[in-house]
């Protein structure tokens, strides 16, 4: 399996989603899966397109393992719970993944921390 990824992407609420998702299908093409084990995402915010991309990897991506979500409360669009609830309804190619959601709260200095393992 040498052919894994780690992938680690930084979204910004102005960056556009699609040169990474053309990435990823391009990895794909060769096998008919994406090789991600792990995700992590940082400065998500819970844009209708950030939700589209996560769609997107579980759907193609039969041996992940982990998703790791961080932000600051301040930049959300949705709660940590929402954006949970809507991607346990997601397909998923992989049945045993992890989702691992973490908030800042800047202001008050509070940290949230929300896991959930192997949503059914």
């Known amino acids: 399996m040498s052919n ?5 992407y930084q979204v910004w609420v102005w960056d556009i989603v699609e040169p990474v998702v053309q990435f990823l299908r391009a990895q794909s093409s060769s096998s008919g899966a994406v090789k991600l ?8 915010t819970g844009l209708e397109m950030e939700m589209q991309f996560m769609k997107f990897i579980l759907a193609s991506s039969p041996i992940l393992e982990e998703i790791f979500i961080w932000n600051c409360k ?17 397909c998923r190619a992989s049945p045993n993944v992890e989702f691992t959601f973490e908030e800042i709260d800047m202001e008050s ?3 949230e921390h929300e896991e959930l393992m192997e949503v059914p």
Not at 37 to 44: E, K, L, T
Not at 74 to 90: I, T
């Open 4 to 8: 894994l990824l780690i992938f680690q």
């Open 37 to 44: 084990q792990r995700v992590q995402v940082n400065m998500f």
């Open 74 to 90: 301040c930049f959300l669009f949705r709660s940590c719970k929402q954006m949970m609830d809507e991607m346990k309804e997601f």
């Open 109 to 111: 200095g509070s940290y």
